[in-house]
């Protein structure tokens, strides 16, 4: 397996990208509606900061992924099977990054709009409070992971739909 993307084929750094950000947010996704669910303690605390750690780990990694895709060809989807899959699919793979930003800063927006110090790995970051703004940006955090998990709910059907009906193994191109 090669390193680096060619453009018929996912190198190995593309597929470990890909499979770390999914396995995180199999992670994150449900943690985050744990999380509203608890009650204020000390195990909520806990359960708070892993959730900012890897939401903000998922961050980096997202950039980084994104810095690296800028360097390195994306493979080239193959034909048609029906008008506008190709451009379907690219729309889904841009929407999915999107959700994942949006979701991600909207975190951090609204504890730092709630007057929380946020540890952002390698500096703090602290701004003026304003509690309208943090309930603006919770609200954005929600409406993003019900579509990052539409998103992923297409991305994934896809993947079957393309195996059943089409005899087409798409999940050899990102193993
Ligand atoms: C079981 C879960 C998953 C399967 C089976 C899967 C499968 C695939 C496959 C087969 C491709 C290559 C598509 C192609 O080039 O034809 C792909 C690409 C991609 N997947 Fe997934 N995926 C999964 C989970 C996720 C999740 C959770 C995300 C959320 C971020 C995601 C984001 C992406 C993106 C952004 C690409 C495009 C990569 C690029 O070219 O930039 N995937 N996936
Ligand atoms: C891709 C990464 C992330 C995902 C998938 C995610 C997911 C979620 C979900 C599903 C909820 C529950 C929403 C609800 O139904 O009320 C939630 C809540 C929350 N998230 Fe995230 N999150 C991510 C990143 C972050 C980041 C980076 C931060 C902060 C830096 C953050 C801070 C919070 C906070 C403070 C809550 C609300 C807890 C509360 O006050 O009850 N999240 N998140």
């Known amino acids: 397996m090669k390193l680096t993307n060619t453009i ?4 190995f750094i593309s597929k470990i990208f890909h499979w770390l950000s999914a396995a995180a947010l199999v992670i994150q996704i449900p943690l985050g509606f744990y999380l509203v669910d608890m009650d204020f303690s000390e195990k909520r605390l806990t359960i708070e900061s892993i959730h900012v750690t890897l939401g903000l780990s998922i961050f980096y990694l997202t950039l980084f992924r994104l810095i690296y895709k800028t360097f390195n060809p994306t493979p080239v989807l193959k034909h048609n099977i029906f008008p506008g899959q190709k451009i379907i699919a690219k729309l889904n793979h841009v929407l999915l990054y999107a959700a994942v930003l949006v979701i991600t800063i909207s975190g951090a927006l609204k504890k730092l709009y709630n007057g929380e110090e946020l540890n ?8 003026q409070d304003n509690f309208n703004l943090a309930e603006i940006f919770y609200e954005i955090h ?3 992971n019900y579509t990052l998990i539409a998103l992923i709910t297409l991305h994934i059907s896809a993947v079957i739909i393309h195996k059943i009906f089409f005899k087409e193994n798409l999940l050899k191109k990102i193993l």
């Open 120 to 127: 952002m790995f390698l500096f703090n970051l602290e701004i």
């Open 8 to 11: 018929t084929e996912y190198g």
């Open 142 to 144: 929600i409406i993003g």
